[in-house]
């Protein structure tokens, strides 16, 4: 009986607490503008940081856990010449000799691959399509966090005897057997005939990753075995032996392989290993620091970092904007509650407690704001597609972030309509009915 009554006393507060607030719909609308807004910066945060968060990971994936990235300093012909003539050093570049030193005397490195690039094409019906050729190790996939869709890696043999055999990208199998299955088929690159052993599994990679973390697009890559590379394609360390005018020799290149990626036991000896890897190149290359060393895991964390920063800075402005509309709404109210002396205390004549007149003002406080909530979830939906639309980042809205929104909406309502409910309830009758 009890529960019956009080629901009935609710229900008719928030039907009375309706009628009022149409009656000033122009007036409600404003005092609920801070909340729709808040609501609306809340949820964009939200999806904002997610796909922050998604993004990083990905990256992450696509990097490798704990992996740090040897890269060779190409240098123009005229400014080797210019250091060689200062520093009267020679440096043999970067090579399959420094990754087997490195695997057999740095005992934090767990493995290691490398990779040799040529920028050439595959001949398909006559016609010539540009296209990566990787020279690597099985390795490569497993550092690299690359799964094979269909067929096998390399296997010893074939990476021994320098096998014309090739793994190939999503990308390649889509554009050169089209509808067909391209394991145990053969593909021209170049002037070599390569045969398919196995497909990449197809992997999304961003404009932004590959800019930011130097990452190609593996799909569209053909992926061979070192030795065949170095044996029926190019090895600039021979090329250099007999002073071929190779054009990437004429542009500096003079490095045997273009990346090495060491993968580190543990992420606590990343950068203690990153200072043991410098030093030990610099000593092999005779003190000629033609690479660079990078841990991106770090780069990555740095991103972090920033975006995180720049979340905090989104909820500091989400937070003030839903503080003025609670504010808002409490002068609202408190006006209203000068306003309506009159039918306060008419309320009070025929028998309203002061309970019953804090619920009549809380329901119109928690009406507006709640109000508020739902034009500030849509807006903040809207808001975070535009986003993603107008600017590429990625948004992710999730049902618990507009449930957050929602709850917050509510409790501005509750926690700023109490003062101006006190303040309604607080009248006397008599004074109210004798005001003008």
Not at 32 to 50: H, Q, S
Not at 89 to 104: M, N, P, T, V
Not at 300 to 329: D, E
Not at 372 to 378: A, E, N, V
């Amino acid at each position: 009986m009890f529960n019956k009554a009080l629901l009935e006393k609710v229900k008719s507060s928030f039907t009375e607490a309706l009628r009022t607030i149409k009656t000033n719909k122009f007036r409600s609308f404003l005092t609920a503008l801070g909340v729709i807004f808040g609501v609306a910066a809340v949820i964009t945060m939200l999806a904002i940081g997610k796909g922050a968060e998604k993004e990083i990971l990905s990256q992450l994936e696509l990097i490798g856990v704990n992996n740090i990235i040897i890269k060779p300093i190409k240098t123009s012909k005229k400014s080797q010449n210019n250091n060689q003539n200062q520093s009267k050093r020679f440096s043999k570049g970067l090579d399959l000799l420094d990754a087997q030193s490195i695997k057999k005397h740095i005992p934090s490195i767990k493995n290691i691959s490398t990779e040799i690039i040529l920028n050439t094409y595959v001949i398909k019906n006559g016609k010539q399509k540009k296209v990566k050729l990787i020279g690597t190790t099985p390795s490569f996939f497993k550092l690299s966090n690359i799964n094979l869709e269909k067929g096998k890696l390399f296997t010893l043999q074939q990476q021994n005897n320098a096998s014309p055999v090739c793994i190939i990208g999503s990308s390649i199998e889509k554009k050169i057997f089209t509808g067909e299955n391209s394991i145990g088929k053969k593909i021209k690159v170049k002037d070599v005939w390569l045969e398919v052993v196995g497909v990449l599994e197809e992997k999304f990679i961003s404009n932004k990753a590959q800019e930011n973390l130097g990452i190609r697009d593996l799909n569209k890559d053909i992926y061979i075995p070192t030795k065949t590379f170095l044996i029926r394609f190019s090895d600039r360390k021979k090329i250099g032996n007999i002073k071929s005018k190779n054009k990437e020799l004429a542009n500096g290149n003079y490095h045997q392989i273009d990346k090495l990626t060491a993968q580190v036991k543990g992420s606590v000896m990343l950068k203690s290993t990153a200072n043991i890897l410098s030093r030990m190149l610099k000593r092999r290359h005779n003190g000629v620091l033609d690479f660079e060393i990078s841990i991106p895991i770090q780069l990555l964390k740095q991103q972090q970092k920033t975006k995180r920063i720049f979340n905090i800075v989104l909820s500091i402005i989400a937070g003030i904007s839903l503080l003025i509309g609670g504010i808002g709404i409490m002068n609202i109210m408190l006006a209203s509650v000068l306003e309506r002396t009159k039918e306060i205390g008419i309320m009070r004549a025929i028998g309203a407690t002061k309970d019953d007149v804090i619920l009549q003002f809380l329901s119109e406080s928690v009406l507006i704001s709640v109000g508020g909530g739902i034009l500030g979830i849509i807006l903040g939906i809207l808001g975070a597609y535009t986003i993603e639309l107008t600017s590429g980042i990625e948004t992710i809205l999730s049902f618990s972030s507009i449930i957050i929104s929602f709850g917050i909406a509510v409790i501005i309502g509750l926690v700023f309509g109490i003062l101006p409910a006190k303040s309604a309830a607080n009248k006397r009758p008599i004074e109210a009915l004798r005001a003008e």
